[in-house]
């Protein structure tokens, strides 16, 4: 399986690459580095956690919108959020900041990959969050805070796309690895 | 001529040479009889660390030991910096052929005897009492401009945190060689050195290595956290409020990532670990809050691939590491020179040891530079930070009086 890991210069990347280089074949590319090629040969595209919006990466956004229906596709953060964004949804800014903190979210119903109302303990990093009420067929908000209640997971029913708000490659989330292993063996 | 003899002549001539702190045996180093000595710049940084990879110490004291200034390393990872007018080296390493160990019997490990006392000279100490006036730059206006806008980069998530550097200056010599001796009375750290030229000189009392590499093994020990030992009597007491501290202890979290992240670029998948998480160090005025990670470097790793990971160091700057550069470089307009760059010694590919250069005094054509920085803080004000930055910066104006 070929992984391409889509780097938007952040200094969480790395961390990331090393959950997912069990998986297969990892290639990781700036974000304005990214070849077509590279895109095309690949079955899973992650895009990388970040600073700024969605909307200041515009080559990841038409990788999204170009690939979304033909492969695998993981969001952390940063990438959760250009998911959303490519999904109609918008970014704002929240009242309270969540930089290096360590809290629990909830999985709800919706959850294609992961149990219903399971607890975790998951470390995050963002200033920005996906503003509700976020309309979508077939995008779910399928994990939340249990704090501030806002998104922290994103599945598509209709693709293999699932995206997460908070870090699986931080120390702060205990078994990290198995959010990743759950999301790329899962299968349409 | 007894070893402390020579010691002293040493010292009080006016010879190139580098003091630095063992922490391993707890002791003093001094390097000189220097054989070499390469000025960097971004035109030979690539040569000159082909040439560090082809070489191998088999002498106690042959080693290359010197700095990366933070305006190379910062072009070294692709990114635009201030121009610097003078002519100071954008970094400088030394080939010794002597090193002189301070330990309760003062040895010296040296190519020739003869060699290390040819043609001194006395060094000329100037016995200037005016006091020269210090002058900080940025100034509070501008400080507090630059701090609201990180505020804002902040809340928009262009950076999750960010440390403005301040520059304190006068003009004054000094006996820079003294100087080092009398801070370390007062603030022995492990991480402190001295050098001494005819070009300028440097004094450093850092705490903090950025890496250590022995064989395969890569450890880099960041610090986040820092209080005063006036407000706290004991290292349990320390440990405590760092726990209980909510801003201190996210920003210890943001730099462990990141330096776990820095490691993972050049180690073997799944073997970087925190060895120990938050461990408090205790110094002459403070109590620092410090984390040990370290991971297994590839197979063939390049040196140049190791310096670019690393530096300039994450915990010094801000988080995620490149944005929050550019937007430093942009807003600051005084080169940092030394400041957050790294100072330390490479023997072979197996053994090598760099720090973070801060808490520092920079000596340059008679002119005096000693940087502070502290992090932009949403719920904190200008004048909190400026000031903060200037309690950091004390102990060593001190000296410039």
Request: aromatic content about 10%; glycine content about 4%; proline content about 3%.
């Given at each position: ?9 952040d ?17 990781v ?20 956690p970040?600073?700024?919006?969605p ?25 959760f ?7 109609g ?7 309270k900041?969540?930089h ?5 979210i909830?999985?709800?119903s ?17 200033s ?10 077939s995008?779910h ?6 704090e501030t ?9 209709k693709?293999?796309i ?6 699986p ?12 292993r ?7 | 001529m007894d ?21 391993d045996n707890?002791?003093f180093?001094?390097?000189t ?9 971004l ?8 040439k ?38 954008e970094?400088?390493f030394f080939?010794?052929q ?16 003869t060699e290390l ?15 020269y ?8 206006q ?10 804002k ?9 960010i ?10 010599d ?7 001796f ?32 022995r064989g ?18 004991s ?38 670990k ?8 205790k ?12 991971g ?8 140049s691939?190791i ?12 988080c995620?590491k490149i944005?929050?550069?550019k937007?430093?470089n942009?807003?600051?307009?005084e080169p ?15 053994d ?20 502070a ?13 400026y ?15």
């Amino acid at each position: 399986m070929n992984l391409l890991l889509i780097d938007h210069e952040d200094s969480f990347t790395y961390n990331l690459a090393h959950l997912l280089s069990g998986f297969g074949n990892l290639e990781v590319k700036n974000f304005y580095d990214v070849k077509e090629n590279s895109v095309k040969k690949s079955d899973v595209i992650i895009f990388s956690p970040g600073p700024g919006k969605p909307l200041d990466y515009p080559i990841s956004l038409d990788i999204y919108n170009n690939y979304k229906s033909k492969k695998k596709i993981i969001g952390i953060c940063l990438g959760f959020q250009l998911i959303a964004n490519g999904e109609g949804g918008t970014i704002s800014k929240q009242e309270k900041i969540f930089h290096g903190y360590q809290t629990y979210i909830r999985t709800n119903s919706q959850s294609l990959r992961f149990p219903n109302n399971a607890l975790y303990q998951v470390g995050r990093y963002h200033s920005l969050k996906l503003k509700e009420p976020f309309n979508s067929s077939s995008m779910h908000i399928t994990m939340r805070c249990e704090e501030t209640n806002v998104a922290m997971c994103l599945e598509s029913h209709k693709y293999d796309i699932c995206g997460l708000q908070f870090h699986p490659d931080s120390f702060l989330t205990p078994n990290g690895k198995q959010f990743i292993r759950k999301i790329i063996q899962f299968k349409k | 001529m007894d070893n402390s003899e020579i010691l002293n002549i040493l010292l009080n001539s006016d010879k190139d040479l580098v003091i630095y702190r063992n922490s391993d045996n707890n002791n003093f180093e001094i390097f000189t009889d220097f054989v070499e000595k390469v000025d960097l710049n971004l035109g030979n940084l690539q040569k000159f660390l082909n040439k560090l990879e082809r070489f191998k110490s088999n002498k106690p004291y042959d080693c290359y030991i010197g700095f990366f200034g933070y305006e190379l390393l910062c072009k070294n990872i692709n990114l635009k910096v201030n121009k610097d007018s003078s002519s100071f080296p954008e970094g400088v390493f030394f080939r010794p052929q002597t090193k002189i160990i301070l330990d309760k019997k003062i040895k010296i490990l040296t190519k020739s005897k003869t060699e290390l006392l040819k043609d001194l000279k006395v060094l000329k100490k100037n016995n200037n009492l005016n006091h020269y006036k210090v002058t900080v730059s940025p100034n509070v206006q501008v400080y507090e401009k630059i701090f609201n806008k990180f505020k804002k980069n902040i809340r928009a998530g262009e950076t999750y945190q960010i440390k403005i550097a301040q520059k304190y200056s006068n003009k004054k010599d000094l006996d820079i060689v003294n100087l080092f001796f009398d801070l370390m009375k007062k603030n022995l750290s492990p991480e402190s050195f001295c050098v001494r030229t005819k070009d300028f000189n440097i004094i450093s009392c850092s705490p903090e290595n950025l890496f250590k590499v022995r064989g395969k093994k890569i450890v880099t020990s960041p610090i986040a956290g820092t209080v005063s030992r006036d407000k706290i009597k004991s290292t349990k007491e320390a440990r405590r409020f760092f726990e209980n501290n909510q801003k201190e202890d996210k920003e210890h979290n943001m730099i462990v990532d990141l330096e776990r992240n820095d490691l993972s670029r050049i180690t073997k998948p799944n073997s970087v670990k925190i060895q120990n998480l938050k461990f408090v160090q205790k110094y002459q005025y403070i109590y620092h809050n410090v984390s040990e990670i370290s991971g297994t470097l590839l197979d063939n790793v390049r040196l140049s691939a190791i310096i670019k990971a690393m530096m300039p160091g994450g915990s010094v700057i801000g988080c995620p590491k490149i944005n929050t550069l550019k937007l430093l470089n942009k807003e600051e307009k005084e080169p940092r020179r030394i400041y957050t760059g790294s100072f330390g010694y490479f023997r072979s590919k197996q053994d090598m040891s760099f720090n973070i250069i801060i808490r520092s005094i920079l000596n340059f054509k008679k002119n005096n530079e000693v940087f502070a920085a502290s992090g932009v803080i949403l719920d904190s004000t200008a004048k909190n930070e400026y000031h903060e930055n200037y309690l950091k910066a004390k102990s060593l104006l001190d000296l410039l009086k």
